[in-house]
């Protein structure tokens, strides 16, 4: 299973064209797909519109009627801006003598009349391509249907549903069921999309695939990370599963370096130290006595000999001094590091640093960190830039959001955990420890990005069932029990 945007989608069927296919022989392999789950009825009413979903309806049309079943097209497009495939289909369909209505104001009233003498309603008005309300005919089409007592499927996404962002236009198709194509739709993983879509299908058509080409994103979910999290050892000892070091909290924040550190510990670093100003190290022995710690005046190379990981940023403070201490640190070191937070920001103001490190870096940005480093306006152009961003500058970037985005530049992940609880200060702190503690323990960035994510999610649909909101101490700890549970179930 994959996971797309609306422009990967769109570049995807555009890789199909420029590989040989036609677009009819594509909307044949569409039809294809949907005709078996029309089997239970006779009588079958498909709304198309003028572009290539309305082929795709009209092409299932025709394959519904030579099994006998009764079919009526009802078409919602001008016949003048109907597109190549749609008008291919429709010929094809009014040569058979297929029962077609032309909806238009003229005949609205005998539309209306008809819906109600259909077993199913098939929407094939828009795919994915929508990006704007809906209007005129097509409003009014799919307000009937909504108010009518039948069965409807949609075809690829439900008519009037933002691809994307999994919210409705003016107005949508309610769908009890959508049969999609190709790959999930990122609106699906909104759950406030399933009113609209009903059930969803996949089916991949029968052609080339170009789904890791377009870099559509794989789902991380259980079975994923009860896979790739690591056995503790029999004759591990402290060493073994890491010393990181925390470059983390100022006077203002102290919260944050206490978080990141006990939610490395929880996580099974063997050793982690905070580098950090005299309140977070009084406060460190109470909150967290497992962490070891060092005070902070002045970068000091010689402090991360011997690490593994480092994490810098995290409630880090922003002045004169934190920007040119987080320059030097990143300029200089060559261990592995997770740069979140305050961090972040100065790391946007220097860009020449990311075009020159010298190690594996982990980025964890918010989406407002994000827009620092690169501009966007949709949530489509946001994957996109992702993803570019992750390649350009060899770096892993987990992009934090509802079902967070991960990416090194070559493949693309989404986290299937996590909950809307979870919008509380301290979860990207918690986050960053987690995910410092599996750079820190051997993982690979990626797969120690990947993992240390879908924990934290984990943890915290773990408090969420049973509270309304879930802050970060609970969710650290949870790590230990939901650790164990993973290399268990």
């Known amino acids: 299973m994959y996971i797309a945007t609306s422009s990967q989608l769109k570049r995807y069927d555009q890789a199909l064209l420029d590989y040989g296919y036609s677009i009819e022989q594509l909307v044949d392999k569409a ?134 962002t999994g919210k409705p236009y003016n107005s949508c198709i309610c769908a009890y069921q ?59 000892h402290k060493g073994t599963y890491g010393r990181i070091m925390h470059v983390t909290g100022c006077y203002h924040y102290r919260g944050a370096a206490l978080l990141a550190a006990k939610a490395a510990v929880y996580a099974g670093s063997g050793l982690v130290t905070v580098w950090s100003n005299e309140k977070v190290i009084d406060s460190l022995s109470l909150f967290c006595p497992e962490a070891t710690s060092c005070q902070r005046h002045y970068f000091d190379e010689h402090l991360l000999q011997g690490k593994d990981a480092i994490l810098i940023g995290s409630g880090f403070g922003l002045n004169e001094d934190s920007e040119r201490f987080v320059c030097e640190l990143l300029n200089h070191t060559q261990v592995p590091v997770v740069i979140d937070g305050d961090a972040l920001t100065i790391l946007a103001k220097h860009p020449e640093l990311l075009e020159n490190h010298h190690s594996s870096w982990i980025l964890t940005p918010h989406h407002g960190e994000f827009k620092r480093f690169v501009d966007f306006k949709q949530t489509s152009e946001m994957v996109d830039q992702a993803n570019a961003f992750a390649k350009k500058y060899h770096v892993t970037l987990v992009l934090k959001s509802p079902h967070t985005l991960i990416s090194d530049g070559n493949e693309t992940y989404r986290i299937m955990s996590g909950n809307k609880g979870m919008s509380s200060a301290g979860m990207g702190d918690t986050l960053a420890g987690i995910i410092s503690s599996f750079l820190g323990q051997g993982y690979l960035p990626k797969d120690a990005a990947i993992l240390g994510t879908y924990l934290h999610g984990l943890c915290g649909d773990e408090v969420y069932k049973e509270n309304y909101t879930v802050v970060a101490s609970k969710v650290i700890d949870e790590i230990p029990q939901m650790m164990k549970k993973l290399k268990q179930d």
């Open 31 to 164: 039809s294809d797909c949907l005709l078996k789950h029309f089997d239970k009825y006779q009588c079958i009413m498909i709304v198309c519109g003028p572009g290539n979903n309305g082929a795709d309806g009209i092409s299932l049309g025709i394959k519904l009627h030579q099994e006998g079943k009764e079919v009526l097209l009802c078409l919602t497009g001008k016949e003048e801006k109907l597109s190549q495939a749609n008008r291919y289909y429709l010929d094809q369909a009014q040569s058979l003598s297929i029962e077609c209505l032309f909806v238009s104001e003229e005949t609205l009233e005998e539309f209306q009349k008809s819906v109600p003498h259909f077993d199913v309603v098939v929407d094939a008005l828009f795919g994915f391509g929508l990006n704007s309300d809906l209007r005129g005919i097509v409003k009014y089409v799919v307000d009937l249907i909504n108010n009518i007592e039948v069965d409807v499927i949609a075809i690829d996404i439900p008519t009037g549903l933002n691809p994307d």
């Open 178 to 236: 959508t049969i999609t194509l190709t790959a999930y739709k990122l609106a699906f993983l909104n759950p406030e999309s399933e009113m609209y879509t009903g059930k969803v299908i996949l089916e991949l058509l029968d052609a080339k695939s170009f789904h890791e080409e377009m870099l559509f994103s794989q789902p991380i979910d259980f079975k994923w990370a009860k896979y790739h999290i690591k056995e503790r050892l029999y004759d591990g």
